[in-house]
């Protein structure tokens, strides 16, 4: 219990903060702080795998983030029929003749010797390919962006439930992960940094753009949802008596008839949404408990001591038998799953799915944030960190307008600086987001709660 | 003729505005490349440091408007460039002694400073934010053309126009003149040697006296400058707009990394590298083949080989074919 101590008292903090904010402002809010905290979880539990575990730096928790996103909207659209009679063969056609040409490059790879003119054979072989797979999907492409392209315009999905989403989102990202890992793992750390941030932008840009498979920018809305719809709530029986009982003392204070009808329906509005966002919460919690007993497991076994040693010394762990480059790849690859796990959740639940809004800010640096200031290789600081940075990230705002408020009190309201000030109160989240980082960075390097190793 | 009018064609759409956009990438490139050679850190803050003296520069242009000075045909942020770059300097300076300093004694790794970097990179978007706010602006004044299309239709007689703007020839000449500098300050002052000597073997450098807090300061001094005057030229040639900033830090990355990090020659051909590939790969090419092909064999699309969306893409992907094919960049790296 004692050695606990500091991880007990910091998530009480956690919460009770996330409580005070449901007492002052209010329980939506307050939920869909929580529900995003969670999100941000799974997220930093995937990089903190891959920084605190083995050391990996990835700077591409965006690009899986989206192949998340991506998989939600490919698991749950309903098919549409037309796209796929104008050009899905066309589509499956040049899907072929991508499986074609990585077998091609496989065979050369593995057949002939390293030399110059292999390379040039593969670089032959993937330009030709791409010219006749560009030639073959043009007129598929331009035949499905048509059908109906105010509301599809894209082949659409599978029509199965959402929640499937999860695990395809955890392998879409997975696989390329894989591909990533095999090109750029052998790369410096700071060099894989980079690669990784700009590899992550090139699948965005294959998202926005590729409107046949995504919508691109013209987003997905009105996905599937594993939860109930506010509006079939309110209309349900047991959901109105349930909402009566709790706030049966609010309504009895009320004594006109109408009143309290009228009362009792603003509570059923709120109560939906509430309850709503409770149901994401629990699916949330779940997916969050599952992979922290998981990753902790791993962190405890020989698995996870030689992850550690690797991490702490390549060269020893090398000289002791242990596959460095092997165990890297499984650990980026694991990772970057996790990674698109938490994309696909995000997706599900806002319910839409919106190429634009992916920023390297956001889901790249931001995460990173987390996982430093959490704690990284220590999976309970990592979840820590998710939750601390993201509440900071949302309540900014709000604790931005009262610093400048308290600071310029002796100004008039009207004042040009104070003016420009409130304006720019929404920025002031970067502000702390950094300070906030340069300050961990220097002061307790470790994160909030830093890495235990015990031996058990 | 046919032949002229697509070589003009070629140098108005494709040869002039990636000239002018390689300069901009090149000078932010030798930024990156200047910091990661003598301070040993990836710099997350770059797009960021650009945007900041930017910044000062945009609103020291507007206070010179409100005066009434102005450099008549130029764009009167030229004049405020020297002050940009004292306020740009002091930020870094600042940002140096309370932040860098510290990782640089504890000999800290790389990745670690990089890692603070991006804590720098927030404070940063944050304070340009707060000053100036995130919405585009434009900031040239004086005369927009050099060579207007329709004027040089009928100077010359040709079916294609050639518009040269003036903000592209203005950065092709700032970058000669600075580049240069800063090529002949490297290779023959006493400092300069002495920061490539820095670079190359931090140890032995400091054995033979060279004095390590020196050399880091005036490496923030230049980086100073190549980020504003990069930054300032970038803005008047498209518009300031922080987040375009922030995002410019990639093709500066890619920049810097094909041409070999480290290497400052090496960035500044890196930066032509990436804005001649990323145009010529999504250019639409039919007009040109109307003109050289004979009328029987006039191509019917667009010949594009791939559309404008994919700009950034292309970059990038060079960036990691080279880092595949030669980590070192296409001009070894690291020797500054």
């Known amino acids: 219990m004692r050695k606990n101590l500091n991880v007990i008292t910091a998530y009480s903090i956690m919460m009770g903060l996330i409580i005070l904010v449901g007492i002052f402002q209010s329980w939506n809010i307050a939920l869909s702080i929580f529900n995003l905290c969670l999100i941000s979880a799974v997220m930093t539990m995937g990089a903190n795998i891959q920084w605190g575990y083995a050391g990996l730096i990835n700077f591409g928790i965006m690009g899986f983030t989206a192949l998340g996103g991506l998989a939600a909207v490919l698991i749950s659209v309903n098919p549409v029929q037309e796209a796929w009679s104008a050009g899905g063969t066309n589509i499956l056609f040049s899907l072929f003749l991508v499986i074609g040409i990585v077998l091609a490059v496989r065979f050369v790879l593995k057949r002939y010797q390293k030399s110059k003119i292999r390379n040039y054979i593969i670089a032959a072989i993937i330009i030709s390919g791409i010219i006749i797979i560009r030639f073959v999907s043009e007129p598929g492409i331009e035949a499905i962006e048509e059908v109906n392209p105010a509301r599809t315009g894209f082949l659409g999905g599978l029509g199965l439930p959402i929640i499937f989403s999860w695990i395809v989102g955890a392998f879409f990202a997975g696989g390329l992960a894989f591909v990533i890992g095999k090109v750029a793992l052998g790369l410096r750390a700071d060099y894989l940094a980079i690669a990784t941030l700009l590899i992550s932008e090139i699948v965005i840009a294959i998202i926005k753009h590729e409107d046949w498979l995504t919508r691109g920018v013209k987003n997905v809305i009105g996905l599937k949802r594993p939860a109930p719809y506010e509006v079939n709530l309110q209309e349900t029986d047991w959901f109105i008596n349930l909402v009566e009982k709790f706030n049966s003392g609010k309504l009895a204070l009320i004594s006109d008839l109408s009143e309290r009808q009228a009362a009792l329906n603003q509570f059923v509005i709120e109560g939906s949404s509430v309850f709503v966002k409770l149901c994401y919460s629990g699916l949330f919690l779940v997916v969050v408990i599952i992979l922290l007993i998981l990753t902790q497991k791993a962190l405890y076994s020989p698995w996870g001591r030689m992850m550690r040693a690797i991490r702490d010394n390549e060269e020893a762990a090398n000289a002791m038998g242990k596959n460095v480059v092997k165990q890297h790849l499984l650990i980026f690859v694991l990772g970057s799953a996790i990674v698109g796990i938490a994309g696909a959740m995000l997706v599900t639940q806002d319910g839409l799915f919106t190429p634009g809004s992916y920023r390297p800010l956001r889901y790249t640096f931001l995460i990173w944030v987390m996982v430093i200031v959490g704690g990284s290789g220590n999976n309970f600081g990592a979840i820590l960190g998710g939750f601390v940075v993201w509440f900071l990230w949302i309540e900014a705002a709000p604790i931005g307008l009262y610093l400048v408020n308290l600071t310029t009190a002796g100004l008039e309201d009207t004042h040009f600086l104070k003016v420009h000030l409130i304006e720019s109160v929404p920025y002031f989240r970067f502000l702390m987001m950094g300070i906030g980082l340069l300050l961990i960075m220097r002061y307790r390097p470790k994160g909030i709660l830093p890495e235990k190793i015990e031996i058990k | ?336």
Do not use: H
């Open chain 2, 1 to 336: 003729m046919d032949f002229l009018n697509a070589l003009i064609l070629l140098l108005n759409y494709i040869f002039v505005p990636a000239l002018a956009y390689g300069s901009q990438l090149a000078i932010g490139a030798i930024f990156v490349t200047l910091i990661y050679g003598i301070l040993r850190f990836a710099n997350f803050a770059t797009g960021d440091m650009m945007s900041f003296g930017t910044m000062v520069a945009i609103l020291f242009t507007w206070y010179f408007q409100s005066i009434g000075l102005t450099l008549g045909f130029l764009p009167t942020a030229l004049i405020a460039i020297p002050f940009a770059i004292l306020f740009m300097g002091l930020y870094m300076l600042i940002i140096d002694k309370f932040v860098f300093k510290y990782y640089r004694q504890n000999k800290s790794p790389p990745v670690q400073l990089a890692m603070v970097s991006i804590g720098v990179m927030f404070v940063t978007q944050a304070v340009v934010r707060i000053i100036i706010g995130p919405s585009d602006r434009r900031f040239f004044d004086g005369e927009k053309f050099l060579i207007r299309a329709n004027e040089f239709k009928e100077i010359t007689g040709l079916n294609e126009g050639l518009a040269i703007k003036s903000t592209q020839v203005i950065t092709i000449v700032v970058t000669i003149i600075l580049v240069s500098t800063l090529f002949w300050f490297l290779n023959k002052t006493k400092t300069g040697k002495s920061m490539r000597a820095y670079s190359d073997n931090e140890d032995l450098a400091l054995l033979s006296g060279i004095d390590p807090k020196k050399i880091v300061m005036i490496t923030w001094m230049i980086a100073a400058i190549l980020a504003t005057i990069g930054g300032v030229l970038y803005g008047l040639d498209k518009s300031f707009k922080p987040f375009t900033y922030f995002n410019n830090m990639l093709p500066i990355f890619a920049a810097a990394i094909v041409g070999g990090i480290g290497n400052p020659f090496g960035a500044f051909l890196g930066g032509y590298v990436i804005a001649f590939s990323e145009i010529l790969l999504t250019y639409a090419y039919k007009k040109f083949f109307i003109y050289v092909l004979p009328e029987s064999m006039e191509p019917d699309g667009l010949i594009q080989l791939l559309s404008t969306d994919y700009k950034f893409a292309v970059s990038f992907s060079i960036l990691v074919i080279v880092l595949l094919y030669r980590p070192s960049g296409i001009f070894k790296g690291k020797i500054l």
